[in-house]
T-cell receptor, first 111, second 116 residues
Framework: LAKTTQPISMDSYEGQEVNITCSHNNIATNDYITWYQQFPSQGPRFIIQGYKTKVTNEVASLFIPADRKSSTLSLPRVSLSDTAVYYCLVGRNTGFQKLVFGTGTRLLVSP | NAGVMQNPRHLVRRRGQEARLRCSPMKGHSHVYWYRQLPEEGLKFMVYLQKENIIDESGMPKERFSAEFPKEGPSILRIQQVVRGDSAAYFC??????????????FGQGTRLTVV
């Protein structure tokens, strides 16, 4: 499974756009990139998943360059409730496999 | 459709006792994963089960820990003779029977085990 590297923490203010970048230099052809969000005392929650270029849903956007060695999770106009740990995961797109979580990025949104 | 249900939410055990953590996956999900999370750390994979079978237990400690997912009933993570180092949050996740690129895992609220 491809290893991922993310910043340990990030700070932002309400209303700003937050971009969290994840490096995955050893990503394989069949690997997808998935982001999870975890609030304190709760289990992780799926945010978004992509393979290449750009994916957007009601929560976030995911930007993946052509070489797929990194990806950027973009949170538009964050609020206090977006304070959480964000995990970037990489895994193949077929069958089942365990999810391997790194240390994640701790995002703190201030007023 | 209820989410992944874990119980109890909080469990206190004395050293040497047994801890049993239960996980009921979402309806229609036959794949269950257990993770452990220490304070201020990421989730560590423990075991992956599919109905009555252990698929991957590479993250399970060799001793005292066991997991099962019987044909009927919830998945059980059992920790025998608990020690203080077992204190952690234990999360269960399930995923639907159809696999592939859109296999999203759904997590429960976790069981917080405290060993005193």
């Amino acid at each position: 499974l491809a290893k991922t590297t993310q910043p340990i923490s990030m700070d932002s203010y309400e209303g700003q756009e937050v971009n969290i970048t994840c490096s995955h230099n050893n990503i394989a052809t069949n690997d997808y990139i998935t982001w999870y969000q975890q609030f304190p005392s709760q289990g992780p929650r799926f945010i978004i998943q992509g393979y290449k270029t750009k994916v957007t849903n009601e929560v976030a956007s995911l930007f993946i360059p052509a070489d797929r060695k990194s990806s950027t999770l973009s949170l538009p106009r964050v609020s206090l409730s977006d304070t959480a740990v964000y995990y970037c995961l990489v895994g193949r797109n077929t069958g089942f496999q365990k999810l391997v979580f790194g240390t994640g990025t701790r995002l703190l949104v201030s007023p | 459709n209820a989410g992944v249900m874990q119980n109890p939410r909080h469990l206190v055990r004395r050293r040497g006792q047994e801890a049993r953590l239960r996980c009921s996956p979402m309806k229609g999900h036959s794949h269950v994963y257990w993770y452990r999370q220490l304070p201020e750390e990421g989730l560590k994979f423990m075991v992956y089960l599919q109905k009555e079978n252990i698929i991957d237990e590479s993250g399970m400690p060799k001793e005292r820990f066991s997991a099962e997912f019987p044909k009927e009933g919830p998945s059980i993570l059992r920790i025998q003779q608990v020690v203080r180092g077992d204190s952690a949050a234990y999360f269960c996740a399930s995923s639907p029977d159809e696999g592939g690129a859109n296999t999203e895992a759904f997590f429960g609220q976790g069981t917080r085990l405290t060993v005193v």
